[in-house]
Protein backbone atom coordinates (compact mmCIF):
# COMPACT_ATOMS: atom_id res chain seq x y z
CA UNK A 1 0.00 0.00 0.00
CA UNK A 2 3.03 2.17 0.72
CA UNK A 3 4.36 1.46 -2.54
CA UNK A 4 0.76 2.79 -4.28
CA UNK A 5 1.06 6.08 -2.38
CA UNK A 6 -1.52 5.18 0.46
CA UNK A 7 -0.33 7.18 3.63
CA UNK A 8 0.86 5.11 6.72
CA UNK A 9 -1.87 5.98 8.24
CA UNK A 10 -4.39 5.11 6.16
CA UNK A 11 -2.27 1.95 5.18
CA UNK A 12 -2.30 0.93 8.91
CA UNK A 13 -6.02 1.13 9.19
CA UNK A 14 -6.76 -0.94 6.15
CA UNK A 15 -4.48 -3.60 7.85
CA UNK A 16 -6.37 -3.41 11.31
CA UNK A 17 -9.86 -4.54 9.40
CA UNK A 18 -8.35 -8.35 10.16
CA UNK A 19 -10.78 -11.22 12.21
CA UNK A 20 -8.15 -11.39 15.03
CA UNK A 21 -9.94 -9.09 17.52
CA UNK A 22 -6.38 -8.73 19.64
CA UNK A 23 -4.36 -7.70 16.47
CA UNK A 24 -6.92 -5.75 15.25
CA UNK A 25 -6.52 -3.42 18.87
CA UNK A 26 -3.29 -3.21 18.46
CA UNK A 27 -3.04 -2.07 15.19
CA UNK A 28 -5.90 0.19 16.19
CA UNK A 29 -3.70 1.67 19.38
CA UNK A 30 -0.57 1.88 16.34
CA UNK A 31 -2.42 3.66 14.01
CA UNK A 32 -3.45 6.47 16.98
CA UNK A 33 -0.45 6.82 17.67
CA UNK A 34 0.57 7.54 14.48
CA UNK A 35 -2.48 9.96 13.95
CA UNK A 36 -0.49 11.73 17.45
CA UNK A 37 2.43 12.28 15.41
CA UNK A 38 4.76 8.99 16.78
CA UNK A 39 7.16 7.67 13.89
CA UNK A 40 5.92 4.09 12.65
CA UNK A 41 8.83 2.46 14.68
CA UNK A 42 7.85 3.96 18.15
CA UNK A 43 3.97 2.92 17.86
CA UNK A 44 5.55 -0.35 16.82
CA UNK A 45 7.60 -0.45 19.81
CA UNK A 46 4.91 0.13 22.60
CA UNK A 47 3.64 -3.71 21.70
CA UNK A 48 6.70 -5.69 21.69
CA UNK A 49 5.04 -8.84 22.19
CA UNK A 50 3.38 -8.33 18.77
CA UNK A 51 6.62 -6.55 16.74
CA UNK A 52 9.81 -7.97 17.97
CA UNK A 53 12.64 -5.87 18.53
CA UNK A 54 14.29 -6.62 15.35
CA UNK A 55 11.24 -5.71 13.24
CA UNK A 56 11.07 -2.28 15.39
CA UNK A 57 14.52 -1.85 14.40
CA UNK A 58 14.47 -2.66 11.55
CA UNK A 59 11.41 -0.55 10.26
CA UNK A 60 13.55 2.44 12.82
CA UNK A 61 16.58 2.29 10.40
CA UNK A 62 13.69 2.12 6.93
CA UNK A 63 12.62 5.49 8.51
CA UNK A 64 16.21 7.11 9.30
CA UNK A 65 16.97 5.89 5.39
CA UNK A 66 14.38 6.98 3.95
CA UNK A 67 14.00 3.24 2.36
CA UNK A 68 10.76 2.57 4.40
CA UNK A 69 8.99 0.59 1.50
CA UNK A 70 12.27 -1.39 0.37
CA UNK A 71 12.86 -2.20 4.10
CA UNK A 72 8.99 -3.39 4.41
CA UNK A 73 9.15 -5.54 1.65
CA UNK A 74 12.39 -7.48 2.84
CA UNK A 75 10.81 -8.02 6.31
CA UNK A 76 8.22 -9.29 4.82
CA UNK A 77 9.97 -12.00 2.50
CA UNK A 78 12.73 -12.99 6.12
CA UNK A 79 9.61 -12.98 8.03
CA UNK A 80 8.10 -15.62 5.83
CA UNK A 81 10.94 -17.39 5.33
CA UNK A 82 11.78 -17.82 8.99
CA UNK A 83 8.13 -19.04 9.23
CA UNK A 84 8.34 -21.49 7.09
CA UNK A 85 12.16 -22.84 8.42
CA UNK A 86 10.82 -22.27 12.33
CA UNK A 87 7.89 -24.70 10.83
CA UNK A 88 9.68 -27.27 9.07
CA UNK A 89 11.50 -27.41 12.85
CA UNK A 90 8.38 -27.62 15.00
CA UNK A 91 6.87 -30.06 12.40
CA UNK A 92 9.55 -32.42 12.92
CA UNK A 93 8.74 -32.51 16.45
CA UNK A 94 5.19 -33.09 16.63
CA UNK A 95 5.22 -36.54 14.71
CA UNK A 96 6.96 -38.18 17.38
CA UNK A 97 5.56 -36.33 20.22
CA UNK A 98 2.10 -37.74 18.85
CA UNK A 99 3.44 -41.16 19.04
CA UNK A 100 4.23 -41.01 22.55
CA UNK A 101 0.67 -39.60 23.75
CA UNK A 102 -0.61 -41.87 21.39
CA UNK A 103 1.22 -44.90 23.23
CA UNK A 104 0.53 -43.58 26.65
CA UNK A 105 -3.06 -43.43 26.21
CA UNK A 106 -2.96 -47.10 24.30
CA UNK A 107 -0.98 -48.32 27.22
CA UNK A 108 -3.53 -46.74 29.66
CA UNK A 109 -6.37 -48.66 28.50
CA UNK A 110 -4.37 -51.92 28.30
CA UNK A 111 -3.15 -51.93 31.66
CA UNK A 112 -6.95 -50.62 32.99
CA UNK A 113 -9.63 -52.53 30.67
CA UNK A 114 -7.26 -55.42 29.42
CA UNK A 115 -5.21 -56.70 31.96
CA UNK A 116 -7.62 -56.86 35.13
CA UNK A 117 -10.12 -59.40 33.90
CA UNK A 118 -6.82 -61.68 32.88
CA UNK A 119 -5.38 -61.54 36.32
CA UNK A 120 -8.87 -62.67 37.58
CA UNK A 121 -8.55 -65.58 35.71
CA UNK A 122 -5.10 -66.21 36.64
CA UNK A 123 -5.74 -65.55 40.66
CA UNK A 124 -8.22 -68.29 39.93
CA UNK A 125 -6.04 -71.14 39.00
CA UNK A 126 -3.92 -70.43 41.52
CA UNK A 127 -0.35 -70.97 39.72
CA UNK A 128 2.69 -68.60 40.24
CA UNK A 129 2.76 -65.92 37.47
CA UNK A 130 6.48 -65.48 35.61
CA UNK A 131 7.73 -61.98 36.66
CA UNK A 132 6.65 -60.22 33.86
CA UNK A 133 3.34 -60.96 33.99
CA UNK A 134 3.65 -60.03 37.51
CA UNK A 135 5.40 -56.62 36.50
CA UNK A 136 2.49 -55.94 34.08
CA UNK A 137 -0.41 -56.78 36.76
CA UNK A 138 1.35 -54.65 39.27
CA UNK A 139 1.27 -51.70 36.99
CA UNK A 140 -2.29 -52.19 36.14
CA UNK A 141 -2.97 -52.14 39.79
CA UNK A 142 -1.02 -48.90 40.79
CA UNK A 143 -2.69 -47.57 37.44
CA UNK A 144 -5.68 -47.90 38.59
CA UNK A 145 -5.43 -47.78 42.29
CA UNK A 146 -3.38 -44.62 42.23
CA UNK A 147 -3.99 -42.71 38.77
CA UNK A 148 -5.32 -39.71 40.73
CA UNK A 149 -1.96 -39.49 43.01
CA UNK A 150 -0.08 -40.61 39.20
CA UNK A 151 -2.21 -37.07 37.48
CA UNK A 152 -1.49 -34.96 40.78
CA UNK A 153 2.78 -36.00 40.58
CA UNK A 154 2.83 -35.51 36.65
CA UNK A 155 1.17 -31.89 37.00
CA UNK A 156 3.40 -30.84 40.59
CA UNK A 157 6.24 -32.35 38.20
CA UNK A 158 5.40 -29.25 34.95
CA UNK A 159 4.69 -26.90 37.38
CA UNK A 160 8.17 -26.99 39.48
CA UNK A 161 9.93 -27.45 36.23
CA UNK A 162 8.73 -24.87 34.50
CA UNK A 163 8.86 -22.52 37.84
CA UNK A 164 12.94 -23.52 37.54
CA UNK A 165 13.17 -22.39 33.86
CA UNK A 166 11.81 -18.54 34.58
CA UNK A 167 14.64 -18.49 36.76
CA UNK A 168 18.69 -17.53 35.82
CA UNK A 169 19.89 -21.12 36.81
CA UNK A 170 17.11 -22.53 35.09
CA UNK A 171 17.21 -20.57 31.92
CA UNK A 172 21.38 -21.37 31.51
CA UNK A 173 20.78 -24.99 32.19
CA UNK A 174 18.03 -25.44 29.67
CA UNK A 175 20.01 -23.07 27.44
CA UNK A 176 23.19 -25.88 27.44
CA UNK A 177 21.08 -28.59 27.42
CA UNK A 178 19.81 -27.33 24.13
CA UNK A 179 23.20 -26.86 22.90
CA UNK A 180 24.51 -30.21 24.11
CA UNK A 181 21.44 -32.95 24.35
CA UNK A 182 22.86 -35.68 22.29
CA UNK A 183 21.76 -35.52 18.53
CA UNK A 184 19.75 -32.84 18.93
CA UNK A 185 22.06 -30.37 20.58
CA UNK A 186 23.97 -29.99 17.29
CA UNK A 187 20.38 -29.40 15.39
CA UNK A 188 19.62 -26.65 17.61
CA UNK A 189 23.20 -24.97 17.34
CA UNK A 190 22.49 -24.81 13.46
CA UNK A 191 19.09 -23.48 14.37
CA UNK A 192 20.04 -20.64 16.47
CA UNK A 193 22.86 -19.59 13.99
CA UNK A 194 20.57 -19.82 10.83
CA UNK A 195 18.10 -17.52 13.03
CA UNK A 196 21.66 -15.16 13.84
CA UNK A 197 22.89 -14.94 10.66
CA UNK A 198 19.13 -14.60 8.71
CA UNK A 199 18.21 -11.63 11.29
CA UNK A 200 21.62 -9.64 10.84
CA UNK A 201 21.63 -10.22 7.05
CA UNK A 202 18.01 -8.29 7.45
CA UNK A 203 19.67 -5.57 10.06
CA UNK A 204 22.55 -4.89 8.02
CA UNK A 205 20.37 -4.81 4.64
CA UNK A 206 18.00 -2.40 6.32
CA UNK A 207 21.76 0.06 7.19
CA UNK A 208 21.06 -0.30 10.78
CA UNK A 209 25.01 -0.14 12.07
CA UNK A 210 26.51 -3.17 12.98
CA UNK A 211 27.10 -2.28 16.68
CA UNK A 212 23.38 -1.96 16.78
CA UNK A 213 22.24 -4.80 14.73
CA UNK A 214 24.65 -7.18 17.11
CA UNK A 215 22.55 -5.46 20.13
CA UNK A 216 19.53 -5.85 19.15
CA UNK A 217 20.03 -9.64 17.63
CA UNK A 218 21.69 -9.95 21.07
CA UNK A 219 18.25 -9.07 23.05
CA UNK A 220 16.24 -11.34 20.49
CA UNK A 221 17.90 -14.19 21.33
CA UNK A 222 16.37 -16.61 23.91
CA UNK A 223 19.48 -18.57 24.82
CA UNK A 224 21.39 -17.50 27.33
CA UNK A 225 24.82 -18.83 26.10
CA UNK A 226 24.29 -17.96 22.53
CA UNK A 227 23.17 -13.94 24.13
CA UNK A 228 26.34 -14.11 26.26
CA UNK A 229 28.17 -15.21 23.50
CA UNK A 230 27.03 -12.33 21.41
CA UNK A 231 27.27 -9.84 24.38
CA UNK A 232 30.91 -10.74 24.06
CA UNK A 233 30.63 -9.73 20.09
CA UNK A 234 29.15 -6.27 20.92
CA UNK A 235 31.92 -5.33 23.57
CA UNK A 236 34.61 -6.33 21.00
CA UNK A 237 32.80 -4.56 18.54
CA UNK A 238 32.64 -0.95 20.37
CA UNK A 239 36.86 -1.62 20.59
CA UNK A 240 37.28 -1.44 17.19
CA UNK A 241 37.89 -5.54 16.80
CA UNK A 242 37.07 -7.54 14.20
CA UNK A 243 33.99 -9.93 14.33
CA UNK A 244 35.47 -12.60 14.23
CA UNK A 245 37.93 -12.23 17.35
CA UNK A 246 35.07 -12.69 20.21
CA UNK A 247 33.48 -15.56 18.26
CA UNK A 248 36.63 -17.61 17.79
CA UNK A 249 36.36 -18.01 21.42
CA UNK A 250 33.21 -19.61 21.62
CA UNK A 251 33.01 -23.32 20.76
CA UNK A 252 29.14 -23.16 19.36
CA UNK A 253 30.64 -20.79 16.60
CA UNK A 254 32.25 -22.67 13.73
CA UNK A 255 35.64 -20.98 12.20
CA UNK A 256 34.32 -21.12 8.97
CA UNK A 257 31.17 -19.07 9.81
CA UNK A 258 33.65 -16.48 12.01
CA UNK A 259 36.15 -16.33 9.10
CA UNK A 260 33.39 -15.43 6.73
CA UNK A 261 31.85 -13.01 8.95
CA UNK A 262 35.24 -11.17 9.04
CA UNK A 263 36.12 -11.18 5.07
CA UNK A 264 32.24 -9.62 4.97
CA UNK A 265 33.39 -7.03 7.26
CA UNK A 266 36.00 -6.05 5.59
CA UNK A 267 34.82 -5.84 2.11
CA UNK A 268 32.18 -4.08 3.14
CA UNK A 269 29.58 -7.22 2.48
CA UNK A 270 28.36 -8.48 5.43
CA UNK A 271 25.06 -8.46 4.26
CA UNK A 272 25.72 -10.95 1.86
CA UNK A 273 27.68 -12.91 3.57
CA UNK A 274 25.21 -13.15 6.16
CA UNK A 275 22.21 -14.15 4.16
CA UNK A 276 25.21 -16.68 2.50
CA UNK A 277 25.91 -18.40 5.95
CA UNK A 278 21.68 -17.86 7.10
CA UNK A 279 20.99 -20.19 3.88
CA UNK A 280 23.77 -22.35 4.09
CA UNK A 281 22.57 -23.81 7.67
CA UNK A 282 19.28 -23.56 7.21
CA UNK A 283 20.23 -26.41 4.70
CA UNK A 284 22.27 -28.35 7.11
CA UNK A 285 19.03 -27.92 9.33
CA UNK A 286 16.80 -29.08 6.50
CA UNK A 287 19.24 -32.12 5.59
CA UNK A 288 19.16 -33.27 9.29
CA UNK A 289 15.48 -32.88 9.66
CA UNK A 290 14.72 -35.12 6.59
CA UNK A 291 17.65 -37.32 7.88
CA UNK A 292 15.87 -37.78 11.61
CA UNK A 293 12.14 -38.03 10.23
CA UNK A 294 13.73 -41.59 8.21
CA UNK A 295 15.61 -42.38 11.10
CA UNK A 296 12.72 -41.75 13.76
CA UNK A 297 10.07 -43.85 12.06
CA UNK A 298 12.31 -47.51 12.49
CA UNK A 299 13.17 -46.50 16.35
CA UNK A 300 9.35 -45.89 16.90
CA UNK A 301 8.26 -48.93 15.16
CA UNK A 302 11.16 -51.24 17.58
CA UNK A 303 9.87 -49.38 20.78
CA UNK A 304 5.90 -50.30 20.06
CA UNK A 305 7.19 -53.87 18.70
CA UNK A 306 8.86 -54.33 22.22
CA UNK A 307 6.27 -53.30 24.36
CA UNK A 308 3.68 -55.27 22.63
CA UNK A 309 5.60 -58.15 22.57
CA UNK A 310 6.19 -57.45 26.46
CA UNK A 311 2.35 -58.03 26.56
CA UNK A 312 2.26 -60.88 24.79
CA UNK A 313 4.35 -62.47 26.62
CA UNK A 314 3.25 -61.59 29.88
CA UNK A 315 -0.24 -62.47 28.79
CA UNK A 316 0.41 -65.38 26.99
CA UNK A 317 3.20 -67.40 28.66
CA UNK A 318 0.81 -67.90 32.23
CA UNK A 319 -1.91 -69.03 29.56
CA UNK A 320 0.97 -71.26 28.08
CA UNK A 321 2.01 -72.92 31.35
CA UNK A 322 -1.53 -73.44 32.55
CA UNK A 323 -2.35 -75.56 29.28
CA UNK A 324 0.88 -77.55 29.55
CA UNK A 325 -0.18 -78.84 32.96
CA UNK A 326 -3.35 -79.52 32.33
Same mark, same amino acid.
Given at each position: ???????????????????????????????????????? +???????? %??? #?? &???????????????? %????????????? /??? +???? %??????????? &???????????????? #??????????????????????????????? @?????????????????????????? +????????????????????????????????? @?????? /???????????????? /????????????????? +?????????? *????? *?? &???????????????????? @??????????????????????????????????????? *?????
Amino acid at each position: MLKAGVSITQAIEIVAETPNKKLQKVLREVSTSLENGFPL +SVAMSGHP %KIF #PI &VETGVVRAGEATGNLV %KVLQELAITTERS /ANF +SGKV %KGAMIYPAFIV &VVMIVVGAIILTKVIP #PIKDIFSTQGAELPLSTRMLIAMAEGLINYW @GWIILAVILFVVIIKLFLITKPGKRT +SSVLALNFPVFGTLMRQVYLAQFNRTMTLLVGA @GVPIIE /AVEIVTDSTTNVIFRD /ALTGLMHSLEQGSPISV +SLQGSKYFPK *LMTQL *LF &VGQQSGDLGGTTQTLAEYFE @GEVDVKLRTFSSLLEPFIITILGLAVGFIIVSVLQPIYN *LSSAI
